[in-house]
């Protein structure tokens, strides 16, 4: 199957900006912080309302919210394509005592996604939707 310009500049730019994620995650460990956003203090609460306990979180970054999600009680599979990001919220997760709480896979989520469907009560995520991801793309991602 053959890529269309604007795939390929699509996939270049979502190729660099995995670099970059990847270097400015090395670069600046803590670089978001580590309180949860105010997305996942709100995405917590709604899940607890309506007792979701297993959650896919898309995008999870250097995982603020993840580790809250975590210490909140709610299983969580991370999901990011970042090696260095996934690998941080595996260390953060061991220091907090949650290991058994949190499970990472690495993905590009321009693939479709590697679980079945209905193997999670919610799905979360605080900035995945920000990065260079064509529509079609975003469609195929919410499906």
Same mark, same amino acid.
């Given at each position: 199957?053959? %890529?269309?310009?604007?795939?390929?500049?699509?996939? =270049?730019? &979502?190729?660099?900006? +995995? !670099?970059?994620?990847?270097? *400015?995650?090395?670069?600046?460990?803590?670089?978001?912080?580590?309180?949860?956003?105010?997305?996942?203090?709100?995405?917590?609460?709604?899940?607890?309302?309506?007792?979701?306990?297993?959650? %896919?979180?898309?995008?999870?970054?250097?995982?603020? =919210?993840? &580790?809250?999600?975590? +210490? !909140?009680?709610?299983?969580? *599979?991370?999901?990011?394509?970042?090696?260095?990001?996934?690998?941080?919220?595996?260390?953060?997760a061991k220091q907090a005592d949650v290991s058994d709480k949190i499970s990472t896979v690495?993905?590009?989520?321009?693939?479709?996604?590697?679980?079945?469907?209905?193997?999670?009560?919610?799905?979360?995520?605080?900035?995945?939707?920000?990065?260079?991801?064509?529509?079609?793309?975003?469609?195929?991602?919410?499906?």
């Open positions: 199957m053959e %890529l269309t310009a604007n795939q390929q500049a699509s996939g =270049d730019v &979502l190729s660099a900006q +995995r !670099e970059h994620w990847e270097q *400015t995650f090395i670069s600046k460990p803590t670089m978001f912080g580590d309180e949860p956003s105010y997305p996942g203090r709100i995405a917590a609460r709604l899940f607890k309302i309506e007792n979701k306990v297993k959650v %896919l979180e898309l995008g999870a970054g250097q995982g603020r =919210d993840s &580790l809250f999600f975590a +210490r !909140e009680g709610f299983n969580l *599979t991370v999901l990011d394509y970042s090696d260095v990001g996934l690998s941080e919220i595996q260390q953060k690495g993905h590009d989520v321009r693939r479709p996604l590697p679980f079945q469907r209905g193997s999670f009560d919610a799905v979360y995520s605080h900035m995945l939707y920000c990065m260079a991801l064509t529509t079609t793309e975003l469609t195929a991602l919410c499906r």
